[in-house]
């Protein structure tokens, strides 16, 4: 069973950066496709940030391209995003996908973001 381990959110203002990181502690397969979703303040559904396939394809969505970078390292079985040049859209909850995502012990607990004006 995967369990994740997040960190990195916090309260930040306008403009300001922060990084999350994601984790696998002890797991002895390693990840082969990783992802982090936003769940906005006030929404049920989570959207998709950034992925980062095991192939080296990676997406981001368009509300975040040239500001947030997704990167991963496969010996620490972890992941990263680097938020910059944030905004109060950018606030919510911020989780951590390993491989299946149809899985929910594929998800992490989630990380909050709170990005003031």
């Known amino acids: 069973q995967v369990q994740l381990v997040e960190s990195g959110g916090d309260v930040v203002q306008a403009g300001g950066s922060l990084r999350l990181s994601c984790a696998v502690p002890?797991?002895?397969?390693?990840?082969?496709?990783w992802a982090w979703f936003l769940q906005s303040p006030g929404k049920d559904d989570r959207e998709l940030v950034a992925?980062?396939?095991?192939?080296?394809?990676?997406r981001y969505a368009d509300s975040v391209k040239g500001r947030f970078a997704i990167s991963r390292d496969n010996e620490k079985n972890a992941v990263y995003l680097q938020m910059n040049a944030l905004t109060p859209e950018d606030s919510g909850i911020y989780y951590c996908?390993?491989?299946?995502?149809?899985?929910?012990?594929?998800w992490g607990p989630g990380t909050r973001v709170n990005v003031s004006s």
């Open positions: 996908v390993a491989d299946d995502r149809m899985r929910p012990e594929n």
């Open positions: 992925s980062f396939s095991s192939a080296g394809s990676i």
């Open positions: 002890g797991s002895s397969s390693g990840v082969k496709n």
